[in-house]
């Protein structure tokens, strides 16, 4: 018998032994953004860890699907009493996909790294109350801070904290190498990005064999490619208008879940007149956020009135700060020297919520005299011109990253916020280990950024995904971006 009809016929046993049909084992999971490059320990783009968290690459702490922190390649850890010394137990046999092996030495410098001097890591502040980081031997690591930080293990958890390898720095922002249940293979630029299944794998083993990423920026392209089973699974959909169709298909499945994205009409508070705290405030009286929820995310999304996310139990409801009320807005101009009003930019990068929720805004400002000169953006140019160049007056971005209040503490951020009593409050905070204190000041955090008028507080962003009937383990909600695959199958 050949080995092609011995192949044959084994399959054909498979195929008896499951109910005549073998699950799917490859999956195309298309998403709005494409990475601007693969390295997520050098880049702000949430696109980058949404195709690598949990995927490709690993940290000592990872995000659960409930955004509870879990042990990652660290299995366990000791705190010492004076919450100074953190002793992580790596997990043993771990494998880089280039066959070297991951070790204490590994973890040393990824963290060395990310804090360095030099870093370009876009969260490095998450690394700034490491003192010391010792090995102890191939599977112990000590990491020794300044002051007690009662976020360290969340901090940990983020993608910019995952395990690099020294030796694949070179070339980490085009061939990815981590730990993960799943090897980068391969990048069509402008396309798709391939990952395989990692056979070698230290943890559970994925059951996909392999998954595409499919980069569908028009929302009517989305829709297109759904409905011709295209694409498997569409996460966060950018085109909510069409999910009542999907959900009446029994083709499909639609699930919507929260996100830790704060959108905001982010504002230069460098660049005059935005720097009057006055201007700020009527700019946030001229926003009707229902209008763009409604208009933007057909209703999708709940209203903030600071920057953190409603589902926390620490969450302050400081909408009333910001209350739709036109004719007030007109007031604060008037009282702060603009009664005819001024004109800035509006820069909107590619998502579907900043570039229909821009036209609204503009609409809405324009009502009380603000014109805005808009321009829409590519990702890479969005990240040139306003997070790392501070040249624009207005935008509209989601930060989904968890728990980031803190940015308002960098002075040098994007948004260019400098208050030393909100920063002098971080560091409390950060300094802060019992539960009620750091709930106390996360709300006095919140009140703060409300009342300073800092951005335009909009919404939290909702996550819908559109998936094929069959498909399982999908995360609904999102803590932290990341399409996490590791654990996701075809039911038979």
Do not use: C
């Amino acid at each position: 018998m050949s080995f092609m009809k011995l192949g044959a016929v084994s399959a054909l046993a498979m195929m008896m032994a499951t109910g005549g049909a073998l699950a799917k084992s490859d999956i195309v999971v298309a998403m709005q953004l494409e990475p601007p490059h693969l390295d997520p320990t050098g880049g702000a783009a949430g696109a980058i860890d949404s195709v690598l968290y949990s995927n490709v690459f690993e940290g000592l702490t990872r995000f659960a699907a409930d955004g509870s922190i879990i042990p990652g390649l660290a299995r366990e850890w000791e705190i010492s009493e004076d919450g100074l010394t953190y002793t992580f137990n790596l997990a043993e046999g771990v494998m880089f996909h280039d066959g070297t092996a991951m070790d204490a030495e590994d973890v040393k410098f990824s963290l060395d790294r990310a804090r360095a001097e030099d870093s370009a890591n876009a969260q490095k502040a998450l690394f700034a109350g490491i003192e010391e980081v010792e090995v102890v031997d191939p599977t112990t690591v000590r990491v020794t801070l300044s002051e007690p930080d009662g976020n360290f293990l969340f901090n940990m958890a983020w993608g910019d904290a995952v395990i690099v390898a020294p030796e694949s720095i070179e070339n980490i922002k085009q061939q990815p190498v981590g730990t993960g249940a799943f090897k980068f293979a391969n990048w069509v630029q402008g396309d798709n990005i391939t990952l395989e299944r990692n056979p070698d794998y230290w943890g559970t083993p994925a059951q996909l064999d392999n998954v595409t990423f499919k980069f569908i920026s028009d929302p009517t392209a989305a829709f297109a490619a759904v409905m011709a089973e295209d694409v498997d699974v569409f996460t966060a959909f950018p085109a909510p208008e069409n999910l009542p169709q999907f959900e009446a298909d029994p083709r499909f499945e639609v699930i919507v879940g929260n996100t830790e994205g704060e959108t905001i009409l982010s504002t230069n508070n460098k660049m005059p007149p935005l720097d009057n705290v006055t201007v700020r405030k009527a700019i946030a009286h001229a926003i009707n956020r229902q209008e763009i929820i409604d208009g933007a995310m057909f209703g999708l999304g709940t209203p903030i009135g600071t920057h953190f996310a409603p589902h926390h139990p620490d969450y302050v409801d400081l909408t009333g700060n910001s209350q739709y009320d036109p004719e007030l807005a007109k007031e604060l101009l008037a009282e702060a020297g603009f009664a005819d009003g001024f004109t800035t930019t509006l820069k909107l990068p590619p998502p579907s919520y900043a570039r229909r929720g821009g036209e609204i805004v503009a609409s809405q400002l324009r009502a009380v005299g603000i014109e805005t000169e808009i321009s829409n953006l590519e990702w890479a140019q969005w990240l040139e011109q306003v997070f790392t160049g501070k040249d624009y007056g207005l935008t509209i971005v989601s930060h989904t990253e968890p728990m980031d209040i803190n940015i308002y503490a960098r002075p040098d951020y994007y948004f260019q916020y400098d208050n030393p009593d909100f920063q002098a409050l971080m560091d409390e905070l950060t300094r802060t280990t019992d539960p009620e204190a750091r709930s106390a000041l996360l709300k006095k955090a919140q009140t703060i950024i409300s009342e300073d008028y800092v951005n335009g507080y909009l919404f939290q962003l909702a996550t819908p995904t559109v998936a094929k009937a069959g498909v399982r383990g999908m995360w609904k909600d999102a803590p932290t971006q990341a399409v996490d695959l590791t654990g996701v199958y075809w039911e038979e």
